[in-house]
């Protein structure tokens, strides 16, 4: 073989192994350029709190649930940004989404592609940049992420109404 096909194979080989480095499992995501969408998970109700496992969210980076009220299902989001988890309704009235990929330091709807500041909540662009995610607290219990679940609702209810 001459030099210059082995430095083509060599070429292809050096960008394939770097191809599939980057590609695959839900932790290689975290780092990527390309948008992280959400995986839908389970939550636990007892009483007044809603709890979901922290381990999920640091597996997944961006993950959505849905929680049972007095006014209805509700769907509520936790995305890692920065080492810091965020919880916020997961809803979007104008086009009705409950669906929003992380795309590094902003939410972008799945419907209507409306774009959120992932840190702040507040709309930069889109139709829907009136509504901002509202935040709900938490605390860290034993391995979970616990929210009250009038919380839940207060966040809801102020996410539905336009800014």
């Not at 695959?24 to 995501?29: F, K, M, Q, V």
């Not at 109700?45 to 997944?60: F, G, N, Q, W, Y």
């Amino acid at each position: 073989m001459n030099l210059k096909l082995i430095g083509v194979v060599l070429s292809v080989l050096v960008i394939s192994v770097l191809a599939l480095g980057c590609t695959g499992t839900d932790s290689a995501l975290k780092g990527s350029a390309k948008p992280v969408e959400a995986t839908w998970i389970s939550s636990l109700t007892t009483e007044d709190t809603v709890s979901i496992p922290l381990a999920a969210v640091d597996k997944h980076t961006n993950v959505h649930f849905k929680v049972n009220t007095d006014i209805g299902e509700l769907a509520v989001m936790a995305y890692m940004l920065d080492d810091e988890i965020s919880i916020r309704s997961n809803v979007c009235p104008p086009c009705g989404s409950i669906g929003f990929a992380l795309d590094r330091s902003t939410l972008v709807c799945d419907a209507c592609t409306t774009t959120f500041d992932a840190s702040t909540g507040m709309g930069i662009g889109g139709a829907c940049v009136a509504y901002p995610k509202e935040s709900i607290p938490y605390n860290v219990s034993e391995g979970n992420l616990i929210m009250k679940l009038d919380d839940i609702m207060i966040a809801h209810q102020e996410t539905l109404k336009a800014n």
